[in-house]
């Protein structure tokens, strides 16, 4: 049989037609279904329970004790909870008097199989229900909770005969209780020695309500034991409500007369002056309409209305309106009286909430706009640049279908401000700030309308123009370059800028938009930096020249990136030596690319083209690894890499460079990282703070080519150099230029008195050594002394030989006095 027996049952027993066609539908079901698993058969179980109660039958106990015991076995808290007798028997009322073996029998499943952390309220309705017991069927049950552990078991079947006994008597005392109300008092005790909450608010609650029906107890007595309980100083006040609440329906569900229900009346003002007090209106306007309807189906008008209107809820409006009604018939004025005043109050109040609507709506639409405004403005940070105001790359990316459309033209023209970086060090950021903000203004003043101009970064600007072809947007370059005619005045200076400017165009026929995009700028800037390079030209739009140049960079760029990751790139190593002692101190590390058609390409050749690549990352970490065994070999000597400012201004990328040393065992005090002087002109400001952290793990940095005409004293101020390398092309002047002669000897003091070393590079003659030994040079490297060497033998026998001359002399001769050609 094809039956979800879940779903089936849950149905049945969560619903209200019993009509007799179901009712035989749903027997003959359970009848056909053979149920193939623990889960499904207390589940059948569950619903011939529910048949045998409709029927008043009481083998609905059993079925419903065996279906409880199997859905705790297999911990079906679902099946649990309908197993709640609160739920399946209050309609109907069944009791074990009808079958009294059969209530115990079930009672003796549930004290078998139920464990504590398992146990519901459904366990208490089942023994309350299940029958009255002797004493001793009562203590064989607790005997049988004890041994499982089961406290709440305990306390339960204890809890069945408080039920039953009735009230107390009127001298009871709790630390001695009498015999006669020993055994009523035993089951509070446990309940409330063992911390068993919820059993202990019930219990309270019945005794309460036994005492209060007891017309010899009087209601000091009742407020005694009340006080006993310390509901104030143990437990929440939401849980007095609940208890008190609990006195009330029992009482009134039972009064006959007023005198009866003013002690109900009594004890529900107490429960509501501690609710009204310590808990929501929520949580005790649902007892005051209870309580009000109540009333209205006993037919007492007065108590109906005191309690309708005594607290303000709209929801007991339809009580009032049906006392009106019912009393309008008999005709008492005063009634109708006070019921159409209480409706007029009640339609005030209503009038009053519906303005305090109409304010809580208006503050809702102010809360709408502040987000709208908040949302515009974090819309504007996102896709605008901060400095200028224009919009940024991140939008240029996510709009692109507004400036790239299919079969439509499309141009860009790349502008760079010339020299900003020497803005910035001169002026100031402030006034670099100002010269970016005027530039950005009059580019956007020179262009149409439908053009769009985007600040890219730092002093880069592109202008896109749909629809449009490199001459049309030529027209605007010009504009744009005369709009810089004139220098840009800031708070205290008048700086000229100058612009270089690439433009480049093309149909989108095809393909991603972005690869479109990104292919036309990429043009733009090949062709800004021929501009750039150019004396005459300051636009130059992209030509087929520049084309073939791109595809030619393109091919190289991919036939290294090949030998590169296939480990096929050469390293060499240009010995370092000290100029006084002749000692091989170190090396820089060279890389050289055995090309299979070309032969050796040396990297002045093609590290221009991938310094701002991802290839260049990857071959730092191969130099690194060719390091590592250098080091092993040459554990005294200091060797050096080359990085860009980009590298070190990158905090993941100096991440992944240390972590990497620690990986091959390089020691930080014997690696030096280069820089060239021109590289550092546009380094970021972060690149001073990670050098810093560097230094502080030990590796030192050198200056590279100085002496190349850039501002060598501004990098010094501005970064931590350990060592500067004096340039090749100035130390070859030096022997015969006194002014070549003079700036080194300026360089070496300027060093000498900051406390940086200074070494020369290119040296190939006798000359140029002995006037770097005679400048006060510390080292030296070059021809005259050595080639780069492979990293292996070669190396190895040049730093062996140079130590065995050293010892061959018997002293530390000076580096002038002999060399090591290769």
Known sequence: ??????????????????????????????????????????WRLLGQAKLHQIFRSPK??????????????????????????????????????????????????IAESSPSNQRTEAWLDLIKNAGRHSDAERAALIAKFKRSGDKIGVAHTLFTKLI??????????????????????EAWLYCRTNDIAPLYFRASANLLYTMSLDKDVDLETVEAFYAHLGFESRHPFIQQLGVWKAVFENLAANYSTRGQMQIAEYWLDKALNHAKQFTSEVEWISVLNEIAHHYARKGDAELTLKWAFEYSDVYVRCATRDVHLAFENRRQAHLIEIATLRETEMLRRTEQLEDNVAQRTEQLEQEIERRRQAEEEAYHIAFHSAVTGLLNRSWMLKHIEQFVAPNQTFAACYIDLNGFKQINDRYSHAAGDQVLKESARRIKSAVAPAHYVIHLAGDEFVVLAPNQTAIQLQVYANQIQRAFQDPVITDSQTISV?????????????????????????QADLAMYSAKGSERQTIVEFNSELANKMRIEQTFLAEFETYLNNHKLEF??????????????????????????????????FIHLIKQREQFDQLVMQSLSILATLQTQHPTLKFSINLTATQLASAEFMNQVIAACATHDIAPERLTFELTESDLMDAESDAVDLMHQAKDRGFSFALDDIGKGHNSLLVFSQFPFDYIKIDRQLAQSAPTSKSAQAVIRGLVATCNSLGINTVIEGVETEEELAFAAGAGIDSVQGFFLSTPLPTGEAFNDFVYHSQQAIKASGQKALIADRHFAH
């Open 60 to 109: 609905a106990i059993i079925c419903l004790g065996e279906a409880t015991k199997t859905a705790i076995q297999v911990g079906d808290k679902e099946l649990t909870r309908l197993c709640d007798l609160e739920y399946l028997t209050n309609h109907y009322a069944l009791r074990a008097s009808d079958n009294e073996s059969s209530g115990q029998g079930s009672l003796d499943l």
């Open 164 to 185: 039953k006994n009735g009230f107390l008597s009127t001298d009871f005392n709790l630390d001695a209780p009498s015999s006669v109300q020993e055994y009523d008092i």
């Open 498 to 522: 100058g612009l270089s400017m690439g433009i480049a165009s093309g149909r989108y026929c095809e393909g991603s938009a972005l690869a479109f995009l990104e292919s036309k700028l990429k």
């Open 1 to 42: 049989m094809d039956l979800n027996i879940r779903e089936f049952v849950t149905d049945f027993v969560e619903g209200s037609d019993w009509s007799e066609g179901r009712l035989i539908s749903f027997h003959e079901s359970l009848e056909a279904y053979q149920p193939a698993a623990d889960f499904e058969r207390a």
């Open 572 to 605: 060499y190593c240009q010995p370092q030596l000290e100029i006084k002692s002749g000692e091989v101190i170190g090396g820089e590390l060279l890389l050289r690319w055995p090309h299979s058609d070309i032969g050796i390409i040396y990297p002045d050749q």
